[in-house]
C-alpha cells in the first residue's frame, strides 16, 4: 500500500524553525519527484517545493525562497522540508506529494495536479 506520512508540525514563533519529515511506503521514493505543500486556513492548497527523482533539481516558489529547505533520502525513503526565519502567513497544514518520474529526472512539478500520492498533512503554526 502507497503511504505517505508527513511529522515534525507543531508550534514556532515568528522567526523560528522547524523540520518537516515525510515517510514514504509501500513504494521506493527514487523513481519519484517530491513536492511539498501549504495550505493555509481558508485557502487553496499551493505548492511551495518540488525536487527532481535525480536530486539535483529543486524549486521554490518566491515566498519560501532563501528561508526553506527540500531535501530528499532515497535510502531511508524520506523526504524533508527545512523550515527557517518561519513567519506567522506560514501557518497552516503542510503535505508531501510524489509522482512517478522514473529515476534520474529533473522534472519537478508543484502543481498539484501533477501528484498521484499525498501525504495526510501535518499543523504549523507560527505565532507572532
Known amino acids: 500500500q502507497v503511504q505517505l506520512v508527513e511529522s515534525g508540525g507543531g508550534a514556532a514563533q515568528n522567526g523560528g524553525s522547524l523540520r518537516l519529515s515525510c515517510a514514504a511506503s509501500?513504494?521506493?521514493?527514487?523513481?519519484?519527484?517530491i513536492g511539498w505543500f501549504h495550505q493555509a486556513p481558508g485557502n487553496e492548497r499551493e505548492g511551495i517545493s518540488s525536487?527532481?527523482?535525480?536530486?539535483?533539481?529543486?524549486r521554490y516558489v518566491e515566498s519560501v525562497k532563501g528561508r526553506f529547505t527540500i531535501s530528499r533520502d532515497d535510502n531511508k525513503n524520506m523526504t524533508y522540508l527545512q523550515m527557517t526565519s518561519l513567519k506567522p502567513e506560514d501557518t497552516g497544514t503542510y503535505y508531501c506529494?510524489?509522482?512517478?518520474?522514473?529515476?534520474?529526472?529533473?522534472?519537478?512539478?508543484?502543481?498539484?495536479?501533477?501528484?498521484?500520492?499525498w501525504g495526510q498533512g501535518t499543523q504549523v503554526t507560527v505565532s507572532s
Open positions: 525536487i527532481s527523482s535525480s536530486g539535483k533539481t529543486t
Open positions: 506529494a510524489a509522482q512517478w518520474s522514473g529515476s534520474g529526472s529533473s522534472w519537478t512539478p508543484i502543481v498539484a495536479t501533477d501528484y498521484r500520492h
Open positions: 509501500g513504494f521506493s521514493l527514487k523513481y519519484y519527484a
